[in-house]
């Protein structure tokens, strides 16, 4: 019993290792986010590595070419689904796990606020599911937090690594939506803990 127990306060450990590692404060702090209660948002996508195949480009030239080859016009509804993907299923995950957790408004036309947040994705980790296996779609993603005023200069970077969503799922969206919903509710819990 007592073997059991220690090994699940080190499994605990490390799990908890995993989740700060996952994020770091790259620059600056959060303090002036204390009383904050908006925040604008914006996603981009830029240099975006895609898998094993480095750039995002060659990632989709491959699953055009695999779709196509499967049923003529398949990979262009691919490639259309790829890209609609990021409004309708990233985005608002994360918007709606980082607003729940940090405590504030995000990202609606009506959010006016001082600061805007910048979630720039680096890369993403698609995973898979054949049936008998499968793997967890993982990204990593750079958030600048700048004065809404001044774009040029962030107050604050943060760099959030190795964040894995949904294993299992046959739909890449829904794999994928996962790891954000989960960098959106951990931001959101750092947001909450550092801007006190």
Do not use: H
Request: contains cysteine; glycine residues 12%.
């Amino acid at each position: 019993m007592k073997k059991l127990l220690t090994l699940s306060a080190l499994a605990g450990a490390m799990l908890l290792c995993g989740q700060v590692k996952a994020q770091d404060i790259t620059k600056g702090n959060l303090a002036f986010l204390k009383g904050v209660d908006e925040i604008n948002v914006s996603f981009v996508y830029t240099d975006l590595k895609v898998g094993k195949e480095g750039k995002e480009a060659n990632y989709i030239k491959k699953k055009k070419t695999e779709r196509e080859a499967k049923e003529p016009g398949g990979g262009a509804a691919w490639e259309k689904s790829w890209y609609d993907d990021r409004p309708k299923r990233y985005e608002p995950r994360f918007i709606l796990l980082f607003g729940k957790y940090a405590e504030m408004k995000i990202g609606d036309e009506d959010v006016k606020g001082k600061y805007t947040m910048v979630v720039d994705t680096k890369f993403i980790e698609p995973g898979y599911n054949v049936g008998i296996s499968s793997g967890a779609a993982v990204i990593d993603l750079d958030i600048s937090i700048f004065d809404a005023s001044d774009m040029t200069k962030p107050l604050c970077k943060i760099r959030m690594d190795d964040v894995k969503g949904g294993k299992g799922q046959f739909d890449t969206g829904m794999r994928i939506g996962e790891a954000y919903a989960k960098a959106g509710k951990e931001l959101g819990k750092l947001v909450a803990k550092k801007a006190k």
